[in-house]
C-alpha cells in the first residue's frame, strides 16, 4: 500500500494523538513549540493531499480495514482539500504567530492544557472534513466544539464566560438537531455513510421524514455556521476570545460547518424532489439579511474586534448567498471566498492581535494615532482592510467578482443581489476606513509634538508580525494569481453538483 | 385505526415532548444550571429516539450463536452510536457546569439578567 493512501487517517490521528502527548508530559515550554510543529505537520499533510487531488485523484481510506458502506469511511475529494488547507493553513500560522500572545493571556502553568486543547480542536474540525461518515461528523463536531468552548474560555476578561456559555448552548442545540436530522435519515435509508445515503434517497417513497431531517440538518449546522439570524453567539465569543484563538476560529471555525451544510444540502438533497429548490429560497433571504444588517451593525461598532465579528457574519452571508445560487459559478464563488475570507479575516485578527500587544484597550477610538508607533502593522491592516472590501489586486477582489459573475447568470432579478454586494461593500469601505482614520490621525495637540516623539517606540518585530506580514503578502498573492484555490473551487462546484468530468 | 396509529408511535411522542421541555428550560429560564439541565433533557429525548429506532418487532439481543438460524435480532447499531452521543452529552454538561463554577467565582451570581446588569 502506498504511503500516500494514509494520508487522511493521519491528518486526524497526528493532532488527536499529540494531545495527550503535550497533556501528559506537560514539557515546560514545550508546548508551544510541539503544538506548532503538529500544525506543521498537518499543514504539510494537507498540502500533499491537495497535490494529489489536483493530480486527480480521490483519496479513500477505509478506517480499521472494513470496507464502506459498514466501516467507516474516510474520503477526500477536492472540496474536502480546499477546506482542509484553509484550517490546517490557519492553524499552522496562528500557532506559530501565538507565542507572545499567548503568554501574555495565559497562565504558564495552564498552557500545557490549553495548547493540548487547541491540538483537539484542529484534530475535530479536520476530522469533519475527511470523514464519508454523517455520525462520525457529529462526534467530530462536537470534538472540536468543545475543544473551541475551552480555547474561547482562556479569555482573561470575566466577560469571557458568559459569551462562552451561551455559545455552549447553542453550539450544543445546532448539534442536538444534527443529530436528530441524521436518526431520521437513517431510519428512511439505514445507512451512515454518505455516498450510499446519496444513492439511497433517491428512491424513497415516503419523502416527509427525509424533508423534516434536511431542514433539522440545515438548522443546526446553520447555528454552527453563524447564518443570520443564528449568529448571536459569534461576536461576544469572538470579541472576548484570546486574540490568537480568534484569529484561528474566524478564519475556519464556521467555514466547516458551511462545509458540512453544502455537503449535506448538495450531495445527498440533490436529486431530491423540490428539495434543493426549496432550500435556495430559503436560503437566499437570509444570507442577503445577513449581508445588509451584519454590515450595517459593524459600521456602529466601537470595539475593533466586534466590529471584525459582524464583518464575518457578513461574510457567511456571502458565502452562502453563492451556494443558494445552485449554480457551477455560484459553488464556485462561494468556495472560492471561503479560501479568500479566511486569508482576510486572519490578517486583519493577527494585525488585532499585535495592536493588542501595546494597546491594551481595542475600542477604536483608543486606537488613536497607532500608526506611528506600529507603522507596519497599521499598514498590514490597511492591505488586509481592501483585500475585505474587495479592491482589485487583492484576494477579497477574486471572490466578489466571481460571486457578481455568478449573480448576473441568473437575470433579470440579479441586479438586486448585485446591488446588495455593491451597497454592502460601499458599508465595508465605511467601517474599514473608520478604522483606518483613527489609526492615522495625527495626534491632537493635547500632546507637545516632541513629547509625542518621544513615545513613539520602534515596533519590534517578532513572529507575529511576520506571520502578519506573510499572511498579507499571501492575500496580494492570490489576489494576482488566484489559480491553486480557483482550480480547487471549480472541482468543487462539479463535485457538488455532480457534473460528470 | 388512526388512534391505534397515534398510541403505536407513543415513544416518539415521548420524544417530541421531552424535546420541548428541554427546549422550553433552555430559552424561558434565567438560572444557568436551569439551562444546563434543560439542555440535558434536550439531549436525553434524542437519545429515546435512537433507541426507539433500532427496536424489531419480535427481535432479540444481536448475539450470533452457532446452530441458532433464523433468528430475528434487533439493531444493535443505533445503540452502538447513542452511547457515542452519550459521552459527548456528559462531556458538554461537565463543561458547562464548568464554567458556571467559573461564572459564580467572578460575578458572584448565576442568574443570566443580574450576569448582564453586573458588565
Same mark, same amino acid.
Given at each position: 500500500?502506498?504511503?500516500?493512501?494514509?494520508?487522511?487517517?493521519?491528518?486526524?490521528?497526528?493532532?488527536?494523538?499529540?494531545?495527550?502527548?503535550?497533556?501528559?508530559?506537560?514539557?515546560?515550554?514545550?508546548?508551544?513549540?510541539?503544538?506548532?510543529?503538529?500544525? %506543521?505537520?498537518?499543514?504539510?499533510?494537507?498540502?500533499?493531499?491537495?497535490?494529489?487531488?489536483?493530480?486527480?485523484?480521490?483519496?479513500?481510506?477505509?478506517?480499521?480495514?472494513?470496507?464502506?458502506?459498514?466501516?467507516?469511511?474516510?474520503?477526500?475529494?477536492?472540496?474536502?482539500?480546499?477546506?482542509?488547507?484553509?484550517?490546517?493553513?490557519?492553524?499552522?500560522?496562528?500557532?506559530?504567530?501565538?507565542?507572545?500572545?499567548?503568554?501574555?493571556?495565559?497562565?504558564?502553568?495552564?498552557?500545557?492544557?490549553?495548547?493540548?486543547?487547541?491540538?483537539?480542536?484542529?484534530?475535530?474540525?479536520?476530522?469533519?472534513?475527511?470523514?464519508?461518515?454523517?455520525?462520525?461528523?457529529f462526534v467530530f463536531m462536537e470534538i472540536s466544539s468543545l475543544a473551541g468552548y475551552i480555547l474561547i474560555a482562556g479569555g482573561p476578561d470575566r466577560?469571557?464566560?458568559?459569551?462562552?456559555?451561551?455559545?455552549?448552548?447553542? #453550539?450544543?442545540?445546532?448539534?442536538?438537531?444534527?443529530?436528530?436530522?441524521?436518526?431520521?435519515?437513517?431510519?428512511?435509508?439505514?445507512?451512515?455513510?454518505?455516498?450510499?445515503?446519496?444513492?439511497?434517497?433517491?428512491?424513497?417513497?415516503?419523502?416527509?421524514?427525509?424533508?423534516?431531517?434536511?431542514?433539522?440538518?440545515?438548522?443546526?449546522?446553520?447555528?454552527?455556521?453563524?447564518?443570520?439570524?443564528?449568529?448571536?453567539?459569534?461576536?461576544?465569543?469572538?470579541?472576548?476570545?484570546?486574540?490568537?484563538?480568534?484569529?484561528?476560529?474566524?478564519?475556519?471555525?464556521?467555514?466547516?460547518?458551511?462545509?458540512?451544510?453544502?455537503?449535506?444540502?448538495?450531495?445527498?438533497?440533490?436529486?431530491?424532489?423540490?428539495?434543493?429548490?426549496?432550500?435556495?429560497?430559503?436560503?437566499?433571504?437570509?444570507?442577503?439579511?445577513?449581508?445588509?444588517?451584519?454590515?450595517?451593525?459593524?459600521? %456602529?461598532?466601537?470595539?475593533?474586534?466586534?466590529?471584525?465579528?459582524?464583518?464575518?457574519?457578513?461574510?457567511?452571508?456571502?458565502?452562502?448567498?453563492?451556494?443558494?445560487?445552485?449554480?457551477?459559478?455560484?459553488?464556485?464563488?462561494?468556495?472560492?471566498?471561503?479560501?479568500?475570507?479566511?486569508?482576510?479575516?486572519?490578517?486583519?485578527?493577527?494585525?488585532?492581535?499585535?495592536?493588542?500587544?501595546?494597546?491594551?484597550?481595542?475600542?477604536?477610538?483608543?486606537?488613536?494615532?497607532?500608526?506611528?508607533?506600529?507603522?507596519?502593522?497599521?499598514?498590514?491592516?490597511?492591505?488586509?482592510?481592501?483585500?475585505?472590501?474587495?479592491?482589485?489586486?487583492?484576494?477579497?477582489?477574486?471572490?466578489?467578482?466571481?460571486?457578481?459573475?455568478?449573480?448576473?447568470?441568473?437575470?433579470?432579478?440579479?441586479?438586486?443581489?448585485?446591488?446588495?454586494?455593491?451597497?454592502?461593500?460601499?458599508?465595508?469601505?465605511?467601517?474599514?476606513?473608520?478604522?483606518?482614520?483613527?489609526?492615522?490621525?495625527?495626534?491632537?495637540?493635547?500632546?507637545?509634538?516632541?513629547?509625542?516623539?518621544?513615545?513613539?517606540?520602534?515596533?519590534?518585530?517578532?513572529?507575529?508580525?511576520?506571520?502578519?506580514? %506573510?499572511?498579507?503578502?499571501?492575500?496580494?498573492?492570490?489576489?494576482?494569481?488566484? #489559480?491553486?484555490?480557483?482550480?480547487?473551487?471549480?472541482?468543487?462546484?462539479?463535485?457538488?453538483?455532480?457534473?460528470? %468530468? | 385505526?388512526?388512534?391505534?396509529?397515534?398510541?403505536?408511535?407513543?415513544?416518539?411522542?415521548?420524544?417530541?415532548?421531552?424535546?420541548?421541555?428541554?427546549?422550553?428550560?433552555?430559552?424561558?429560564?434565567?438560572?444557568?444550571?436551569?439551562?444546563?439541565?434543560?439542555?440535558?433533557?434536550?439531549?436525553?429525548?434524542?437519545?429515546?429516539?435512537?433507541?426507539?429506532?433500532d427496536k424489531v418487532e419480535g427481535g432479540t439481543a444481536p448475539i450470533i450463536k452457532p446452530g441458532v438460524v433464523d433468528q430475528l435480532y434487533s439493531?444493535?447499531l443505533p445503540q452502538v452510536l447513542i452511547l457515542t452521543a452519550i459521552v459527548v452529552g456528559v462531556s458538554t454538561l461537565a463543561l458547562g457546569l464548568?464554567?458556571?463554577?467559573?461564572?459564580?467565582?467572578?460575578?458572584?451570581?448565576?442568574?443570566?439578567?443580574?450576569?448582564?446588569?453586573?458588565?
Amino acid at each position: 500500500m502506498d504511503f500516500a493512501q494514509h494520508l487522511p487517517a493521519l491528518q486526524v490521528i497526528v493532532p488527536l494523538l499529540a494531545a495527550p502527548l503535550i497533556v501528559l508530559l506537560q514539557p515546560r515550554g514545550f508546548a508551544w513549540a510541539a503544538t506548532t510543529a503538529t500544525a %506543521f505537520f498537518s499543514f504539510a499533510v494537507s498540502i500533499a493531499i491537495a497535490v494529489r487531488i489536483l493530480a486527480g485523484d480521490i483519496l479513500r481510506y477505509e478506517m480499521g480495514g472494513w470496507f464502506a458502506p459498514i466501516g467507516i469511511e474516510l474520503r477526500v475529494d477536492a472540496f474536502s482539500a480546499i477546506v482542509l488547507l484553509i484550517i490546517s493553513g490557519a492553524a499552522a500560522i496562528s500557532l506559530i504567530a501565538a507565542r507572545n500572545s499567548i503568554n501574555q493571556q495565559i497562565e504558564d502553568h495552564r498552557q500545557p492544557l490549553f495548547f493540548a486543547a487547541w491540538l483537539l480542536a484542529i484534530a475535530g474540525l479536520v476530522g469533519m472534513v475527511v470523514t464519508a461518515d454523517a455520525f462520525n461528523i457529529f462526534v467530530f463536531m462536537e470534538i472540536s466544539s468543545l475543544a473551541g468552548y475551552i480555547l474561547i474560555a482562556g479569555g482573561p476578561d470575566r466577560r469571557t464566560l458568559p459569551a462562552v456559555f451561551k455559545y455552549l448552548i447553542i #453550539g450544543t442545540i445546532g448539534a442536538t438537531f444534527y443529530l436528530i436530522g441524521v436518526g431520521m435519515i437513517y431510519m428512511m435509508t439505514g445507512t451512515l455513510n454518505l455516498e450510499d445515503m446519496a444513492q439511497r434517497v433517491v428512491g424513497i417513497e415516503d419523502q416527509r421524514p427525509i424533508l423534516v431531517a434536511a431542514a433539522f440538518v440545515f438548522i443546526g449546522l446553520a447555528l454552527k455556521a453563524a447564518l443570520f439570524p443564528l449568529h448571536v453567539w459569534l461576536p461576544n465569543a469572538y470579541t472576548h476570545a484570546p486574540h490568537m484563538v480568534t484569529v484561528f476560529l474566524a478564519a475556519c471555525g464556521t467555514k466547516v460547518a458551511v462545509y458540512v451544510l453544502l455537503r449535506f444540502q448538495f450531495s445527498i438533497f440533490q436529486s431530491f424532489g423540490e428539495h434543493l429548490l426549496q432550500f435556495a429560497l430559503f436560503l437566499m433571504p437570509l444570507a442577503l439579511l445577513g449581508i445588509i444588517v451584519a454590515s450595517l451593525v459593524a459600521m %456602529f461598532e466601537g470595539h475593533l474586534k466586534r466590529m471584525l465579528a459582524f464583518s464575518s457574519v457578513a461574510q457567511i452571508g456571502y458565502i452562502l448567498m453563492g451556494a443558494s445560487l445552485m449554480s457551477d459559478s455560484g459553488i464556485t464563488a462561494s468556495t472560492l471566498h471561503m479560501f479568500n475570507h479566511a486569508l482576510t479575516k486572519g490578517a486583519l485578527f493577527l494585525a488585532v492581535a499585535k495592536f493588542a500587544t501595546q494597546y491594551a484597550d481595542l475600542r477604536i477610538d483608543s486606537l488613536k494615532s497607532a500608526a506611528r508607533s506600529m507603522p507596519l502593522t497599521s499598514f498590514a491592516f490597511v492591505i488586509a482592510g481592501l483585500s475585505l472590501i474587495g479592491v482589485p489586486g487583492t484576494a477579497g477582489f477574486i471572490s466578489k467578482w466571481q460571486l457578481i459573475m455568478a449573480i448576473m447568470e441568473t437575470g433579470n432579478m440579479g441586479f438586486i443581489m448585485v446591488a446588495i454586494v455593491v451597497i454592502s461593500s460601499l458599508i465595508a469601505v465605511g467601517y474599514i476606513w473608520r478604522v483606518i482614520e483613527t489609526l492615522y490621525a495625527i495626534p491632537t495637540d493635547d500632546l507637545p509634538d516632541d513629547a509625542a516623539d518621544v513615545s513613539v517606540k520602534p515596533e519590534k518585530i517578532d513572529m507575529l508580525l511576520i506571520a502578519l506580514i %506573510f499572511t498579507v503578502a499571501m492575500n496580494i498573492y492570490f489576489g494576482l494569481v488566484p #489559480g491553486l484555490p480557483l482550480t480547487l473551487a471549480e472541482l468543487s462546484s462539479k463535485i457538488l453538483l455532480k457534473v460528470e %468530468f | 385505526m388512526k388512534l391505534f396509529e397515534f398510541l403505536g408511535y407513543y415513544n416518539y411522542w415521548v420524544f417530541a415532548i421531552l424535546l420541548m421541555i428541554g427546549f422550553y428550560a433552555v430559552i424561558a429560564k434565567a438560572n444557568l444550571i436551569k439551562k444546563l439541565i434543560g439542555l440535558s433533557i434536550f439531549q436525553s429525548a434524542v437519545f429515546l429516539m435512537y433507541i426507539s429506532m433500532d427496536k424489531v418487532e419480535g427481535g432479540t439481543a444481536p448475539i450470533i450463536k452457532p446452530g441458532v438460524v433464523d433468528q430475528l435480532y434487533s439493531n444493535p447499531l443505533p445503540q452502538v452510536l447513542i452511547l457515542t452521543a452519550i459521552v459527548v452529552g456528559v462531556s458538554t454538561l461537565a463543561l458547562g457546569l464548568a464554567i458556571v463554577v467559573r461564572i459564580k467565582e467572578r460575578y458572584g451570581t448565576i442568574e443570566e439578567n443580574e450576569i448582564l446588569d453586573a458588565d
